[in-house]
């Protein structure tokens, strides 16, 4: 059975105040591992993609990175405007329908 | 990008009550999701569908059902709705590369 771990739970920091968030995951064989974005009582929101180990996706202040066990998100030099729950998911290779499994997400506050 | 719309963002009922989450896509796409989101427990799958009238279980179907009737639009149904259905509800479709797209999310409170 497919598996997600994210680690920390929460993550407190101040702005301008660099750090990474881990996704740790167990699966048959990946087809994709994917990172989301959640404010308060909305919907997630899809961030990244990525395929195979070694594979690096930027976006803003946002990167993604990837190996066989384990992804990280980088956040640099973060704005309150990033703070949100963080969310990872993986699919699998048994998988023939798209059906992703989440981790619980880190929760990340920013202050100024 | 997908656009995924849920009809409801807020709902309260009763115990008993049937209650209808309606979820329309704006791609041709076949393949749409529901999960529910607690705290603590993350997004679970409830069902998904690939096509009209074909609907899979996913990883906690208790309780629910689903109705695929037109592409687009996918519904989530409790039969008879109890407390511990009380969660946020989110639809998704499946983008051209395997993401999900969600919609704004359906916050329903049983009493």
């Known amino acids: 059975e497919d598996q997600v771990t994210q680690s920390p739970e929460a993550l407190r920091l101040q702005e301008g105040e660099s750090s990474s968030l881990n996704c740790s995951y167990t699966?048959?064989?990946?087809?994709?591992l994917f990172w989301y974005r959640q404010d308060p009582g909305k919907g997630p929101e899809f961030l990244f993609t990525l395929y195979s180990a070694g594979e690096e996706k930027e976006k803003e202040r946002l990167k993604a990175t990837l190996t066989k066990k384990e992804s990280f998100l980088h956040i640099t030099a973060p704005k309150p405007e990033d703070s949100a729950t963080y969310l990872c998911?993986?699919?699998?290779?048994?998988?023939?329908?798209?059906?992703?499994?989440f981790g619980a997400g880190t929760q990340v506050v920013v202050t100024p | 990008d997908v656009k995924v719309t849920q009809s409801s963002r807020y709902l309260v009922k009763r115990t008993g009550e049937k209650v209808f989450l309606e979820c329309v896509q704006d791609m041709d796409h076949e393949n749409m999701f529901w999960y529910r989101q607690d705290p603590g427990l993350g997004l679970r799958l409830i069902y998904f569908s690939y096509d009209v009238k074909m609907k899979e279980k996913g990883d906690i179907p208790e309780g629910y059902s689903v109705s695929r009737e037109k592409k687009e639009r996918f519904s989530l149904i409790l039969e008879s709705a109890s407390t511990n259905q009380t969660s946020m509800y989110l639809c998704?479709?499946?983008?051209?590369?395997?993401?999900?797209?969600f919609g704004e999310g359906s916050r329903l409170t049983v009493l």
């Open positions: 998911a993986v699919r699998g290779t048994t998988d023939s329908w798209g059906k992703l499994q």
């Open positions: 699966v048959s064989g990946l087809r994709g």
């Open positions: 998704a479709g499946r983008g051209p590369t395997g993401e999900l797209f």
